[in-house]
């Protein structure tokens, strides 16, 4: 089981849109539209921002959106904020009943 | 409000088994279509998933992780737990545990708990 792949980090300035890929393959991205993306403040805990695939919580602003694409999915931020510095996770369910993170992606807001 | 908490000690010797507990409240965990699991995180690294648990009991595990990892329930206290033995220090790490609704997102995590592996 391999972690998805995202990016180390990527930037953007206020207003901008950025977008984190996170590449997995037909057992877990693939096959099933159970992608989710967090982001994490240093020291929290994860909190969910997207949900299969592209669905909001309750809560999480409208400029955060998720797509997907064959074993590729993605998490657009637009109209960038400086409180969207963080690091950034996805995860899929795969294949065995089984879970897998990517490594993360730090979002810098220059 | 569903709230989870990581309890245990923050520090194993090599070799010995980590234990925590995750005390779920606001909600039970014999309620159906959820899955409760453990996740850690390594200092300056990123995620891993580790296991879930079923409410009908069922276990499921990471690969690299399955011959040393144990996640059990324990009803009655709204508890389930983590045992990992013959840790090393590449197990030094934030352990959180979670909610998993069905086999899709975790939606609710507890804060998480840091356990270092030291002599």
């Known amino acids: 089981q391999s972690a998805l792949t995202q990016p180390a980090s990527v930037s953007g300035s206020p207003g901008q849109s950025i977008t984190i890929s996170c590449t997995g393959t037909s057992s877990d991205i693939g096959g099933y539209n159970y992608v989710s993306w967090y982001q994490q403040y240093p020291g929290k805990a994860p909190k969910l921002m997207i949900f299969?695939?592209?669905n909001r919580p309750s809560g999480v602003s409208n400029r955060f959106s998720g797509s997907k694409s064959g074993n590729t999915a993605s998490l657009t931020i637009s109209g960038l904020q400086a409180e969207d510095e963080a690091d950034y996770y996805c995860s899929s369910y795969t294949s065995s009943i089984t879970w897998v993170f990517g490594g993360g992606t730090k979002l810098t807001v220059l | 409000q569903l709230q989870l908490q990581e309890s245990g000690p923050g520090l194993v010797k090599p070799s010995e088994t980590l234990s925590l507990t995750c005390t779920v409240s606001g909600g039970s965990i014999s309620s159906g279509s959820y899955y409760w699991g453990w996740i850690r995180q390594p200092p300056g690294k990123g995620l891993e998933w580790i296991a879930n648990?079923?409410?009908?009991?069922?276990?499921y595990y990471n690969p690299s992780l399955k011959s040393r990892v144990t996640i059990s329930e324990h009803t009655s206290r709204n508890q389930f737990s983590l045992k990992l033995n013959s840790v090393t220090a590449a197990d030094t790490a934030v352990y959180y545990c979670?909610?998993?609704?069905?086999?899709?997102?975790?939606?609710?995590w507890g804060q998480g708990t840091l356990v270092t592996v030291s002599s």
């Open positions: 648990l079923y409410y009908s009991g069922s276990t």
């Open positions: 979670a909610r998993a609704r069905e086999l899709r997102e975790f939606d609710y």
């Open positions: 299969e695939v592209s």
